[in-house]
């Protein structure tokens, strides 16, 4: 079994190497993540769109999520857990958000939460990092403000944006947080920031300053064809891989190829 990574592990990366982050949502996918060398899985609420086949991840729930980050953590990945916290189970108060918090540590086993936005959620990261649990910013194009935002667009762009967008980073750093995802910012925005702050920064859509990267784990494997992100490298195209072996199979069973005595019991 590998050295579990810890958030100070994490922590102590910046200037040092690159942080890897990527998501997944069960058991079967965290083995092969765990067998290559991935520094954080998070148990991201994209699995209401990957998973679940839904347009926003708006609607996931907490018991969504901790029944992935439960598949997850039954793989007992070397790679640090972060839970990702759905809509809605922090933004109503402080107490809320430690209880929600607290599920993905006490019945996920994750090691951490996410939560995004900045200055808005400030009183909830604190609370939730003064009850021991590690918490990681998400700034940028933060999806479940889709809606605020009136589409998938570029966050940070011009100066007063860009300054809104580092006085957030620097306000989560003072509220605790151990490391910030930044996502579909302008990369020299990302560059500034990342110099900026003493935690490090995980990119998506941002460019190389950051301290390190996060893709979802279908994209970066192919598994979807019809729309790919600017920003996501297809290092697979499993899709293929997966569809050309269900063929296969289908016309082996259809013309009773397969099962020949090899994958038979004998009386
Ligand atoms: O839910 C998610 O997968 C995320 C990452 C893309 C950062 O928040």
Redesign the pocket.
């Known amino acids: 079994m590998k050295k579990p990574i810890t958030v100070h592990d994490i922590m102590s990366k910046k200037g040092k190497e690159q942080i890897v ?1 990527v ?1 997944s949502y069960d058991f079967t996918m965290t083995r092969i993540i765990d067998a290559s060398d991935i520094d954080i899985i ?1 148990v ?4 209401g769109v990957v998973m679940a086949g839904g347009e926003t ?1 708006l609607g996931v729930t907490m018991d969504q999520m901790i029944y992935h980050t439960k598949c997850v953590t039954k793989a007992r990945p070397g790679a640090l857990v972060v839970g ?1 916290m759905p809509f809605m189970s922090y933004q109503i108060n402080k107490e809320q958000a430690i209880a929600n918090a607290g599920r993905f540590l006490q019945e996920g086993q994750a090691q951490a939460v ?1 939560l ?1 936005g900045g200055k808005r959620v400030l009183d909830q990261v604190k609370a939730i990092v003064a009850a021991d649990i590690p918490v990681m910013g ?1 700034l940028g194009l ?2 479940q403000s889709i809606h605020a935002f009136g589409g998938h667009k570029v966050q940070g762009r011009g100066e007063e944006a860009a300054k809104a967008l580092l006085e957030n980073a620097l306000a989560l750093q003072d509220a605790g947080v151990f490391s910030l ?1 930044l ?1 579909c910012v302008p990369v020299n925005v990302a560059k500034e920031i990342t110099a900026a702050l003493k935690i490090p920064t ?1 990119g ?1 859509g941002a460019g190389s300053h950051c301290d390190g990267q ?3 784990v279908q994209d970066l494997l192919g598994m979807f064809k019809e729309f790919r992100p600017r920003f996501v490298k297809r290092y697979a195209t499993l899709f293929d891989v997966i569809k050309d072996a269900l063929d296969t199979y289908s016309s082996e069973v259809r013309s009773g190829i397969f099962p020949d005595e090899s994958f038979s019991f004998k009386e």
């Open positions: 982050m998501t998070l991201g609420d994209s699995a991840t990702d996410k995004e998400h933060t999806p995802v996502e995980i998506i996060v893709l979802v």
